[in-house]
């Protein structure tokens, strides 16, 4: 079964044919929200909108664990991950989309392990590709086949948020190698590796970072809606395209 976790700008997936839902516990608490399951095409798919169905759940109040858990429970492998970013790389403006392929964590103090605790055994993964190459391939390859372009490579910085970043910071981010910037990823990545879930993230390109493009000044927010419902069109054409 093929995962799908909604970011911003996406919290349902309008082609997809609905069965059931579910209200998940795990050890770990309550996910977002109750999981979605259905069909796309010829694929089994569970959906979760990771800031909750009402968009009310900030990027570091998000139960990470428990969403991965939940999806790993229902029966998924894979998880495709929708991410709404910043652009911090000169080769990318807003509606791009983007699979990243690597990521540096800015994060702090969020659960992003589920070996710690009394009595769990200290587990350290390998995560040099942090993004499951095999599940990435056929992202790029859905995309090629629908005509939608996306970046195939990006550096992907996580920012603890929910604040955005100042011109400074982004400068030290870009410095860093970083192409795009979002609040999320990074802690569901690792956690997916931990439980042995194929998770790739197709980031979507809302805004200029701060002090970039035309947000050299202030992030023009109001502007960030509309690109998202463009581009969150072409997100789920891909995504019709991997399940077919
Ligand atoms: N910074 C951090 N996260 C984001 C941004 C940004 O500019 N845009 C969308 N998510």
Same mark, same amino acid.
């Given at each position: 079964?093929l995962a ?5 700008g ?6 997809? /044919?609905? &069965?059931?839902?579910?209200v998940?516990r795990?050890?770990?608490? /309550? ?5 979605t399951? #259905? @069909?796309? %095409? ?9 800031? #909750?169905?009402?968009?009310t759940i900030?990027?570091h =109040? ?11 429970d229902?029966?998924? $492998? =894979?998880v ?7 652009a911090i790389?000169?080769?990318l ?8 392929h +690597? ?6 103090? *969020?659960?992003? &392990?589920?070996? /710690? %605790? ?10 040099t !590709?942090?993004?499951? *190459?095999?599940? @990435? ?10 005509g !939608?372009?996306?970046?195939? +490579? ?5 920012t603890? $948020?929910? @604040?955005?970043?100042?011109?400074? =910071?982004?400068?030290?981010?870009? *410095? ?5 910037v ?5 802690t !569901?990545?690792?956690?997916a590796?931990?439980?042995?879930? =194929?998770?790739?993230a197709?980031?979507?390109v809302a805004?200029?970072?701060?002090? @970039? ?15 998202? !419902? /463009?581009?969150?069109?072409?997100v789920?054409?891909?995504?019709e +395209?991997l399940?077919?």
């Amino acid at each position: 079964m093929l995962a799908i976790i909604g970011g911003s700008g996406l919290s349902k997936l309008g082609n997809m /044919e609905v &069965t059931r839902r579910k209200v998940a516990r795990t050890p770990y608490g /309550e996910p977002s929200g109750a999981l979605t399951f #259905g @069909r796309i %095409g010829a694929c089994d798919v569970v959906f979760l909108a990771r800031h #909750g169905y009402g968009h009310t759940i900030a990027p570091h =109040e998000v139960n990470y664990r428990a969403n991965l858990w939940a999806l790993k429970d229902a029966g998924a $492998g =894979e998880v495709v991950s929708i991410a709404s970013v910043g652009a911090i790389s000169s080769t990318l403006a807003p509606g791009a989309l983007v699979l990243p392929h +690597q990521v540096i964590d800015y994060t702090w103090g *969020r659960h992003a &392990t589920y070996f /710690e %605790g009394k009595g769990t055994p200290v587990n350290h993964i390998d995560f040099t !590709e942090p993004y499951s *190459r095999g599940l @990435r391939a056929k992202l790029v390859a859905a995309a090629k086949a629908c005509g !939608e372009a996306v970046s195939e +490579q990006g550096v992907y910085a996580a920012t603890q $948020g929910p @604040r955005l970043e100042t011109a400074a =910071e982004i400068d030290r981010l870009g *410095r860093d190698g970083a192409d795009l910037v979002g609040m999320t990823g990074m802690t !569901e990545a690792a956690l997916a590796r931990e439980i042995s879930l =194929e998770y790739a993230a197709l980031a979507v390109v809302a805004n200029y970072a701060a002090g @970039r493009g035309d947000s050299q000044r202030a992030v023009p927010l109001d502007k960030i809606g509309a690109v998202l !419902e /463009e581009a969150m069109r072409r997100v789920r054409r891909i995504i019709e +395209q991997l399940c077919k």
